[in-house]
Structures are given as C-alpha cells and as structure tokens.
C-alpha cells in the first residue's frame, strides 16, 4: 500500500487561509469516504483534527475543514493562527482492513 | 480523559523481538467497543500505520509487517501489546498506541522511541 501524496510544506500570514492537498488512488480515498487528518506539533502526538472526509471532533474549531473529490481529499485551515504552524497528515481507509497515512506537509504561519 | 502510555525497551538488538505495551487509563478498557492501533513513525517515512486488533475479529496488519507482527490484548490489565520480530534498523522509529474508531484514530499515546543497533 503506497502512502497518500502530500505536499512537503505550506505556509500562509495569520488571518489567510491554507489548503493541503492528500492524492491517493481509487483503492482508498477513491473507495471510502473515511478520510481523516491529524495536526502534530514538534516532540507531540498527532492529534485528529477531521474524520470521514469533513466532520470535526470536538473542540476542534470551525476554521478547519474538510473534503474530496475523487481520489483526493483537502484540509483547508481559514484564519490562520500561530497555533497552526504543525505538521499536518491525512490517512484513509484501504483495502482489506488497512490503513494509510499521507506523506505529510508542513504549515508554517509566516 | 482517556489517556494512553506506550513504554518498552528504547533499545532492541538487530534480529531480535521488540516489545511494547500499551497502558489504557481514564476509562473502562472495552475491547468490545474500540479498536486498538499501533502506528509509529519514522524520519525517513513518516507515519506508518502497523496493525489493529479488533475484539472479536482478531488481528489486521500491513501487509509489509504481517509476518513479522502480533497485537494481543489484556483487558484485566487495560493493555494491549506489540511484538514485532526479527528487527533491523528500518524499525527504528517512534511507536504510538491508538484507540480507533472504525475509520480512525481519535486518541493517541505520547510515544515511545525504539532505536534498533547493529
């Protein structure tokens, strides 16, 4: 299973908007619409920030959001704030009860 | 607040068996509700998702590590467990215990690096 293409890096001024794209196939963010991104912070565990292509856990603010179009899903973050500069990965469901993670893109807030 | 704790050996010998345990508190351990994940990370790959184990189901792996993998659970000591065999230096990286939903993961470990030597 390959990993979901990322662009390696990103970046915005605080209050513009960014949006990551996550490039896979029609085995997995083609086929389910279980796309999920997580934000980690340096030294820090990833911690989910989107799942099933646009839904928001709670607590994680509205600036976040979510979608797909055939085999590639987008993380947009609005209102950029400081807070955001992290590595942001996507992951999809696969074939065959599997998983796979993006390759992963950097924000930074300039 | 759920929370999860990886721990093991920081440091495993090439060819041998690295082993890891994940320490679920905060709430009741119900294997029946949750999945378990492992997934770790390393510079040169980023995040790799291992393998689950899903109560009733069994196991599920990448394919690059089924032959070499097996979570086990034990729920009277909220934990469940990683064994990876016959270890090189691509294993070195971090390892992240999860709690999975179906789809994805919602609750994460701090982590725990694991450096294979030669």
């Known amino acids: 299973q390959s990993a979901l293409t990322q662009p390696p890096s990103a970046s915005g001024s605080p209050g513009q908007s960014v949006t990551i794209s996550c490039t896979g196939s029609?085995?997995?963010?083609?086929?389910?619409?279980?796309v999920s991104w997580y934000q980690q912070h340096p030294g820090k565990a990833p911690k989910i920030v989107i799942f099933?292509?646009?839904k928001r856990p709670l607590g994680v603010p509205n600036r976040f959001t979510g979608s797909k179009s055939g085999n590639t899903a987008s993380l947009t973050i609005s209102g950029l704030q400081t807070d955001d500069e992290a590595d942001y990965y996507c992951s999809s469901s696969a074939d065959s009860n599997n998983f796979v993670f993006g390759t992963g893109t950097k924000v930074t807030v300039l | 607040q759920l929370q999860l704790q990886a721990s093991g050996p920081g440091l495993v010998k090439a060819s041998e068996t690295l082993s890891l345990i994940c320490t679920v508190s905060?709430?009741?351990?119900?294997?029946?509700?949750?999945?378990w994940a492992w997934i770790r990370q390393s510079p040169g790959r980023g995040l790799e998702w291992i393998g689950s184990f899903y109560s009733g189901r069994g196991s599920y792996f990448t394919s690059s590590l089924e032959s070499r993998a097996t979570i086990s659970v034990d729920a009277s000591k909220n934990q469940f467990s990683l064994k990876l065999d016959a270890v090189s230096a691509a294993d070195t990286a971090v390892y992240y215990c999860?709690?999975?939903?179906?789809?994805?993961?919602?609750?994460w470990g701090q982590g725990t690096l694991v450096t294979v030597s030669s």
């Open positions: 099933e292509v646009h």
């Open positions: 999860a709690r999975q939903r179906r789809t994805d993961f919602d609750f």
């Open positions: 905060g709430e009741s351990f119900n294997g029946r509700t949750y999945y």
């Open positions: 029609s085995s997995d963010i083609g086929a389910y619409n279980f």
